[in-house]
């Protein structure tokens, strides 16, 4: 099986879990499409890439200042022409919260006004990439859902979905099942509540460790499969987050 290069970037981040979500979208771009496939329901295989942009942003203020945001991930999906098919912008958080919609319009606008607009006859053309949530804490109805944003025009309302990915709606057999590797060092939060068990209990602390051993031999398993690269498991290993 060819291994293929992917762009790496480097990010600082404010969080344990944002920054084994980084490292993994920038190191695993083939994962980073099983993703998108099962989020967006896109057909995506080896022979597209991820193509990283820039996460940070800048807003023009009416001042004549400029704001800066920063997202956690911001790419596209090339062809086998290295055409760019689609951009998406991806946020990774704990739980939600009502500031995510206001900060993924602002992003989502910032990156399309810095990287998909067109100007053909005369006209401004300016295009949106997908969006999408991973959160890591909290249930909902559906394993992937969508959250709209209304965009009122003075003569119509445009309909913006944002796709939510629940982590806690999958399970660990689930995430191997859909090859969703790129989601199991965030496995520890499905363990959380009961740390102060582990820690006082040997026999349920040994259960965890089955369950990690587990784990490992299993993405050992994908590697001599031809489902992973040797790199894809190691970046997945030591990407613990909690």
Known sequence: MEEKNETVRTAVNPTPYDDAFKTLMNDCGRLV????????????????????????????????????????????????????IKQYIFECQSYADNTMDVRIYEYASAAAIESQYTDEEGHLHICFPEAGVLYLRGKGTHEVEKSPIY????????????????????????????????????????????????????????????TFGDIKQRLDDAVKNGDLYEHEKFSIISCRAA
Request: aromatic share 16%.
């Open 33 to 84: 499409l099983k993703l998108l496939n099962e989020v967006f329901k896109e057909s995506y295989d080896d022979t597209y890439r991820v193509v990283y942009g820039t996460d940070e942003h800048h807003i023009l203020m009416p001042d004549g200042s400029y704001r800066k945001i920063t997202g956690d991930e911001h790419f596209f999906v090339t062809d086998s022409g290295d055409r760019a």
């Open 151 to 210: 965009v009122h025009f003075p003569d119509q309302t445009v309909e913006y979905d944002v796709k939510i990915v629940r982590y806690m709606n999958f399970n660990i057999d689930e995430l191997f099942e859909r090859k969703l590797y790129i989601l199991l060092p965030f496995s520890m939060f499905y363990f959380e509540n009961n740390l102060a068990a582990y820690e006082d209990n040997a026999n349920e602390l040994k259960k965890l460790q089955s």
